[in-house]
């Protein structure tokens, strides 16, 4: 894939933040569904902090042990984090971390049902939101996998706010240890 400039990440980012909103929208306007409640609690926010920065320790293990994540990762990576600066990644932590947390867990999973199935359903289609091509099949595995913890998170705690700190966190983090990783400061 074609090198992307600072602007077209930067654009990308808020239209998809955007669009997910939308259809969020959407499907509460539309639909006779319930958004799983948004609570900002201090102890919600404590405990998505834990699991951002578990979830990016487990990616950090499956990054070193898996090395067909570790190329799917640094290709989808590359395309999104090469032409950005430090700052930039303030956004990518956010835009996402809020809008495919209301899409996929604020509506889709109550949409699914609170459940196991639910779980399953919504941990896919946010993997295959997160799929760049057939090859990096790889990179997809690895979001249903987190989709999956942050969708058991939403469920067990029933506030929306949970994941949505752990999705940031976890992007953050990520985003920072890759540029740190490629001497890019």
Known sequence: ?????RTQVLVAIGVT???LLVIAKLWLHLGSIAQLPLQL??????MGVAMGLAISGLSSIVYRFWPGYRRSADI??????KPLVWPD?????LLPGLSEELLFRGVM????GLNPLGIAASSIFFGVLHLGSPQQWQYMVWAVLVGVILGASAVVTGNLLVPI?????TNLISSCLWKLGRKEA
């Open 109 to 112: 999973l109550p949409t699914f």
């Open 17 to 19: 933040a955007l669009v």
């Open 1 to 5: 894939m074609e090198a992307l400039t």
């Open 41 to 46: 609690e201090a102890m919600a926010a404590l």
């Open 76 to 81: 989808y990576l590359e395309l999104i984090l």
């Open 165 to 169: 700190v752990a999705h940031i966190v």
């Open 89 to 93: 990644l303030i956004w990518l932590g």
